[in-house]
């Protein structure tokens, strides 16, 4: 492991995407290129964050926190820590737009092993495992329409994780699009909903309860990390830093813009839980969208918010797709070993061999449902504490690159410096601490994802000659 950075030197050109080594030869490696429009890049992130989240943990949020008026206070501070988090990533992905994203700044801030380990978790469980349980979703929903026997969500969420990898196989024009098509799907269903849970007149027991209390307000903290955890995935706009059309500023602008779109849709679908159904309804409500769809609407709205929820997990699982593999892309770029992952298809303008990987190991990840359903969702689950561990050192990364490189050109500076970003570490922090609380013994699995991480790390300048040998 000593030689690894002498086998695999981490220069300057390697960090800018245009490595020493190339995977042929006689010409040099295809890049990524601004082919996406701010209109595009809004879409992924607003596409990841609003999934299935705020169509449950509002009910979680209620029965933590005293009144109406602090629920929705717990969103509003939910919105502006996020906007907190998105200002430091608008810094970090202005001065560095790499389609490596978070692996990009660790290797600048820490090197390639520990970045490494970040990617390998991401491509192993975190990741393909967000985009399997996003599949699931929709395999469920659809099982409940027509059904093939016993296997059929597990046929289903095969199906989707198949179709959405080959759309953006395909390219990323055709990816983006349906990206943007599913949100407006999405953005319409949610609108018919707000109009019509605002229309209703709420019974006079309802309407007392709208701001009773339900909590001991002691559990704000767990209230909190339900919110921050629905407002999650905004940080996959690093992704697709490199290839926005509107230069690198670009990206600042779309990160605040979506944490804006993503707040004010989150206050009002707050406020119409709240409105219709009252505190102590939505505290005791095990389906709080279900729920509220059926008072305000009726049977029709059952079925209404159902096709919602399918929108909201297609739209979110075609976005990871979309970011997920560009991790991988970025591995195969400054590991040989994994060459594989990083060819860039110019015609597709996408990491085709990336996303294929990406689809076989979600698609293995479906199968083991077939075995243990239970432990399948648990095992990604348990996987929290490593995603937030890593989210931490991102914004530590902040600090460093201002250390290491004061010179390199910052289109955009966070504000407040060093306060916002500090802000930024010490919410991953406590989210880490408890995701640590939550899981348990469970954070093992965590950890032994990491250790397999770290043995595949040890053999890769054995692998790496094996590969030289029978070239």
Same mark, same amino acid.
């Given at each position: ?5 002498? #086998? ?57 926190? #005293?009144?109406?008026?602090? +629920?929705?206070?717990? %969103? ?41 380990? +970040? ?7 975190? &990741? ?14 659809? !099982? ?27 390219? =990323? ?16 269903? /949610? ?21 009773? @209390? ?11 990390? +339900? ?32 944490? !804006?779109? /993503? ?12 409105? =219709?159904?009252?505190? #102590? ?18 049977? @029709? ?41 990083? &060819? ?12 294929? =990987?990406?689809? /076989? ?26 995603? %937030? ?39 991953? @922090? ?33 692998? &790496?000659? &094996? ?5």
């Amino acid at each position: 492991m000593s030689n690894l950075n002498e #086998e695999y030197p981490t220069s300057d050109a390697t960090l800018a995407s245009t490595p020493s080594t190339t995977l042929t030869e006689e010409k040099p490696k295809a890049e990524p290129r601004p082919a996406l429009s701010m209109i595009d890049a809004i879409a992924v992130i607003v596409g990841i964050v609003v999934g299935a989240g705020i169509f449950r943990t509002p009910s979680l949020v209620a029965a933590n926190v #005293e009144s109406g008026t602090m +629920f929705l206070s717990t %969103w509003l501070l939910g919105g502006l820590v996020s906007l907190i988090g998105a200002l430091c990533y608008a810094e970090l992905t202005t001065t560095f737009p790499h389609a490596g994203g978070d692996y990009h700044f660790l290797t600048r801030a820490f090197g390639k092993r520990l970045a490494f380990l +970040f990617a390998w978790a991401r491509m192993s469980v975190i &990741q393909t495992g967000s985009i399997a349980l996003l599949s699931f979703i929709i395999g469920d929903y659809m !099982a409940q329409i027509y059904s093939f026997g016993e296997f059929s969500s597990v046929l289903y969420a095969a199906l989707v994780v198949v179709v959405l990898t080959a759309i953006n196989i395909v390219g =990323v024009s055709l990816g983006a699009g349906a990206q943007r098509f599913l949100l407006l799907l999405e953005v319409l269903g /949610i609108g018919i909903v707000l109009v019509a849970a605002f229309l209703f007149t709420p019974t006079e027991t309802a309407a007392a309860a709208s701001n009773a @209390a339900t909590g001991n307000g002691t559990a704000m903290g767990l209230a909190m990390v +339900f919110v921050l955890l629905t407002f999650g995935g905004w940080n996959e706009a690093a992704y697709i830093s490199a290839e926005l059309k509107t230069g690198r500023r670009g990206m600042a602008t779309a990160l605040i813009a979506s944490i !804006a779109i /993503i707040t004010l849709i989150y206050l009002l679908i707050n406020l119409a839980y709240l409105h =219709v159904l009252g505190m #102590e309804g939505m505290a005791s409500s095990n389906a709080i969208a279900a729920d509220l769809a059926q008072v305000a609407i009726g049977d @029709a709205g059952m079925v209404l918010i159902g096709i919602i929820v399918v929108l909201a997990a297609l739209t979110s699982a075609n976005a990871t797709i979309l970011t997920g593999a560009r991790t991988n892309y970025a591995l195969g770029r400054d590991f040989p070993v994994f060459s594989y992952l990083g &060819q860039w298809n110019t015609k597709a303008s996408a990491p085709v061999n990336a996303y294929i =990987v990406q689809g /076989i190991v979600s698609l293995a990840l479906v199968g083991l449902a077939l075995f243990t359903r239970n432990g399948f969702e648990t095992m990604v689950e348990y996987t929290a504490p490593v995603f %937030w561990f890593f989210l931490l050192l991102v914004g530590i990364a902040l600090f460093v690159l201002r250390r290491k490189e004061p010179n390199k050109p910052r289109p955009f500076r966070v504000p407040l410096y060093p306060l916002t970003p500090l802000i930024f570490c010490f919410t991953s @922090a406590y989210l880490f601490y408890s995701s640590l609380m939550y899981t348990g013994l469970g954070a093992l699995v965590g950890i032994g994802v990491l250790v397999v991480g770290v043995l595949v790390l040890l053999a890769i300048p054995r692998m &790496q000659k &094996q590969k030289e040998q029978t070239a």
